[in-house]
């Protein structure tokens, strides 16, 4: 089955910006979901689809995709943007959805 | 507003089964389906299976082929998971999916399941 791959730890100084980056085969076909969890708290969606934002979620949040690897970027980061960030997708061959091994996002 | 409740904590002793509800409300229960996703100690998400709220036709994560059942009755979801083992330990949390996709927009609050002799 298809992996999605995340760097396991990112930083970034308050107020600037900051790209979280998902790789895998089936990005190629499939678009990436994102998803803030903060600490005892379940996952919030934060992207979908084709840079799509759910409703209450700030415009500081972006995302993109290239080849294998999509992207998420939060400009002018908040110190509540600091949590554990996940990507997950469809997958065509093994399980059916993926989550990537996720990302802790530290604001200095 | 859409909500999913799940069921309380559990404390399951190895070999033994668990059972999981999710009751969901504020939308219509057979228009989406709901993703079981459990999270180990310190761990990432990992996706188990899914369950249609409209014909309660399922799809589980290979690794659990065969251990694992999900259900639905009327809009409450559930999920059992069989022969448990230390390995098991984690929050069990429940998802809506958007459509075909792997978009889970709405999550339960989640809930601890201990394995522990």
């Known amino acids: 089955s298809s992996e999605l791959t995340q760097d396991p730890a990112v930083s970034v100084a308050l107020g600037q910006t900051v790209r979280i980056t998902c790789q895998g085969d089936n990005l190629r076909n499939y678009y990436a979901g994102w998803y803030q969890q903060r600490p005892g708290q379940a996952p919030v969606l934060v992207l979908y689809g084709k840079n799509k934002r759910p409703s209450g979620i700030p415009d500081r949040f972006s995302g993109s995709s290239s080849g294998n690897t999509a992207s998420l970027t939060i400009t002018e980061t908040q110190a509540e943007d600091e949590a554990d960030y996940y990507c997950?997708?469809?997958?065509?061959?093994?399980?059916?959805?993926?989550f990537g091994g996720g990302t802790k996002l530290t604001v200095l | 507003q859409v909500q999913l409740v799940q069921s309380g904590a559990e404390l399951k002793k190895p070999g033994a089964s668990v059972k999981v509800s999710c009751k969901a409300s504020g939308y219509i229960f057979s228009s989406y389906a709901i993703s079981w996703v459990r999270q180990a100690p310190g761990q990432g998400l990992e996706w188990m299976g899914w369950i249609s709220g409209y014909n309660g036709n399922t799809g589980y994560a290979q690794k659990l082929q065969g251990r694992v059942t999900m259900t639905t009755d009327t809009s409450t979801a559930y999920m059992e998971l069989r022969r448990l083992t230390s390995d098991d330990t984690a929050v069990y949390y429940c998802?809506?999916?958007?459509?075909?996709?792997?978009?889970?927009?709405?999550w339960g609050q989640g809930t601890l399941v201990t394995v522990s002799s």
């Open positions: 997950n997708s469809r997958d065509s061959s093994g399980d059916p959805v993926v």
């Open positions: 998802a809506r999916g958007m459509g075909t996709t792997s978009d889970f927009d709405y």
